[in-house]
């Protein structure tokens, strides 16, 4: 049975694409790349030439296992180093993948090589980003892993003249089964605005206590071209102010981040999390698979049942969380600059 999409809007569009289901597009609709959530499992070969990344994730239930990019341009396909991407006329979207050990030096390298990319092809800034990579939460050279990436990113860049306030792209990171640190990226030409929660202090302005260097992402990230708006929400979790909150309660701390998805729904124009329909979908990451049913249930009550879903087992970047989840929102209204 093939699956499609409608692209809203008139650029990206996003699949989650079940096992077994082949890909079909229609007229003016291309393959920028795909996620494949199979644990080590192979799905169904993709164009070679594509951007995939084959992750050492498990879905979880029986709704899809891909996530695959299109958009309504002719891409090419090309090769940098370590980095696949399609460019189109305005999106490159990559996938490289480095060996996980000295996380912060290799985080540093794939960054810099990274924006290189970006701007030898002229195609704008980082949107948003995608990191995974094995034992998020242990130790490295006493420093936990997941802070060492932080120092990585943020001194990348810093280097490449991004202000650390201001353009930062929407990303998450999350920690995968043993394998590689793999990197996935989308970057455009169009206009970005950071979106911040007013719920939560800015994850760039988080205190020490966090680590060397705070996680150089925006909440979420607004992004704006002629063929209209969409939002691009990091990964969002259980998190008051700078602090975990419902330690232990899974659906304590799903309540919570359904109360942070929807102060940065509002803070793009959008009134109602259960009405977005197929302009939104979710992708839900679970610490304990065991948790997948009633935070499904939880899920589609306040989400509706037309919003897409994927689960993936991971391991989230404080071991106080038990979830997170990401968005992408085709946006009714248009951003408008004062």
């Given amino acids: ?20 289901k082949s890909i079909h597009l229609t007229e003016g609709q291309y393959l920028l790349g795909a996620l ?14 594509m951007p995939t990344a084959w992750l050492a994730m498990d879905a979880l239930g029986d709704n899809a296992d891909r996530e695959i990019w299109l958009i309504n341009q002719p891409v090419y396909y090309g090769a940098m180093g370590e980095i696949r991407y399609a460019l189109s006329n305005d999106h490159l979207f990559g996938v490289a993948h480095y060996p996980a050990t ?8 794939a960054y810099c090589d ?23 939460n242990e130790p490295e050279d006493q420093l936990e892993r997941y802070r060492r990436f932080c120092m990585g990113r943020h001194e990348a860049l810093a280097e490449m003249g991004y202000a650390l306030d201001e353009d930062l792209p929407a ?6 089964g ?27 302005r988080y205190p ?13 990230l607004r992004y704006s071209s002629f063929r209209g708006d969409q939002l691009f929400i990091s990964g969002t979790a259980s998190i008051r102010g700078h602090e975990t909150v419902h330690t232990d309660d899974i659906m304590g701390q799903c309540d919570v981040t359904l109360e942070n998805l929807r102060a940065l729904l509002r803070q793009s124009g959008e009134d109602d999390l259960s009405q977005l329909g197929s302009r939104a979908s979710w992708k ?55």
């Fill in 102 to 109: 000295h996380i912060e030096q290799v985080t540093y390298q």
């Fill in 36 to 49: 494949n959530y199979a644990g080590r499992g192979k799905q169904e070969p993709l164009p070679k030439e």
């Fill in 171 to 176: 990303a998450t990171a999350v920690g995968s």
């Fill in 208 to 220: 020490r206590q966090y680590g060397p260097r705070s996680p150089s992402f925006s909440r979420a």
């Fill in 284 to 338: 839900v990451y679970l610490r304990r698979p065991q948790d997948y049913e009633a935070v499904k249930d939880r899920l589609r009550k306040a989400m509706g049942a037309a919003s897409p879903l994927l689960f993936v087992e991971g391991d989230i970047c404080r071991e106080s969380l038990l979830l997170e989840i990401e968005g992408f929102v085709d946006l009714q209204l248009p951003f408008m600059k004062c």
């Fill in 1 to 20: 049975m093939a699956t499609s999409t409608q692209i809203h809007g008139g650029h990206l569009g996003q699949i989650y694409l079940p096992a077994g």
């Fill in 114 to 136: 990274m924006i290189r990319l970006i701007r030898q092809n002229g195609a704008g800034k980082l949107i948003r980003l995608w990191n995974y990579f094995p034992r998020i």
């Fill in 178 to 204: 043993e394998g590689d640190f793999w990197i996935i990226f989308l970057a455009g030409r169009g206009t970005s605005l950071q979106v911040e929660n007013p719920l939560q202090v800015s994850a760039f």
